[in-house]
């Protein structure tokens, strides 16, 4: 049986991430994006994930739009397609709706899209629970379940079903952030609906989970912890979110809730830093990362903290990471692991292994990232 695979590129999702823009939604986003020096990476991320149907058993035929959104990214792997909707010169949300409506006309067993939760909710928008979905992780906000795990994880779920040539589905949650509230420390989620993905063991997201009530306390006394056994005389670039946020506290400092911040000897010396800022810190050999993992999901990099690149992490070496979080976000990451979406294979493998997380003071609970 041949399988219909769908594909959809927003080439622009992610690019605000490196950039401490916190996402891409809006025309002026998008222009202060690119004159702060920001690339697409949606489209890297769409060819990793495509990849995997080079050589694949299966019989697949592909059907996507031209140029920029599908059509140049399948082509430069090699394999063939049919082009069903005409980009525009400039695209936006519009065209990610119109594009997957016109996709869903041809009746595909799958589409697949490259970008972020704004992505995943135009799709929505235009096809409903109508057509199974698979997301490849590209944008900075990726807090709904419809999302693999990795580029890779997209790819290797994508090969098994044009083996299988068939497929079981389940219903999974779409969740979107207002940017604009976002960027002022305010987070607005909203579940907007369900699509249907592949029921497949492993490989694919849960959706963020909200801590618990009892975070603070446990959270007070790993910061405490942490700020200790600082060293002098050293870097410390604090992520996002309030669970690495605490350190700040513990300080008395005053930092940007959902962006990378940087301290030296107990005092801010840049806040809200993007990934050129984090990546000259690196080259000194004395940076070192903080980060909380995300509720319910548990990556530690590569969801709303884009700042923490490959190269940036290569330099800070897996020994010098940090993670703090409270016992109960731990426990509620559905498959028990951390997850870091790199695009590097080289730092990814060198991220792996055992962690000893900083539950509270002097408190620590072994976590392994894979």
Known sequence: MSLIIGVIV????????????????????????IALGAVPEAPDKAKRALRSLCGAAGDYEILTCSGVMGEQEIKALGLTCKAVYKTPERTGPEDTRRAAARIAEKRPDI?????????????????????????????????????????????????????????????????????????????????????????????????????????????????????EHMKAGEYYAV??????????????????????DVIKDGKLIASDVTEEELFSYGLTGKLHVIVTPIGGQGFIFGRGNHQFSSRVLRHAGREKITIISPLSKLLSIGDGVFHADLADADVREKLSGYYNVVCGYGYFVSFRCV
Request: net charge negative; charged share 20%.
């Open 111 to 227: 589409l697949v899209f490259a970008g972020g939760d704004g992505t995943a909710r135009n799709i929505f928008e235009a096809v409903g629970e109508r057509v199974p979905v698979l997301g490849i992780p590209a944008g900075v906000k990726i807090q709904s379940a419809v999302f693999a795990l990795s580029p890779e994880a997209a790819g290797d779920i994508l090969r098994t079903l044009t083996e299988q040539g068939s497929f079981r589905t389940v219903l999974r949650e779409v969740v979107d952030l207002d940017e604009d509230a976002y960027r002022t420390g305010k987070v607005h989620a909203r579940i907007y609906g369900q699509m249907r993905t592949p029921a497949v063991s492993g490989g694919l997201q849960n959706m963020k989970q909200s801590g618990f009530t009892s975070e603070q306390l446990d959270l007070a006394g790993a910061a405490e912890y942490i700020c």
């Open 10 to 33: 927003n080439p622009i999702a992610g690019m605000g991430g490196k950039v401490a823009l916190k996402g891409t939604d809006g025309q002026s986003v998008l222009e202060e994006a």
């Open 239 to 260: 992520g996002a979110g309030s669970g690495a946020k605490a350190v700040l506290r513990a300080l008395d400092i005053s930092g940007e809730l959902l962006g990378v």
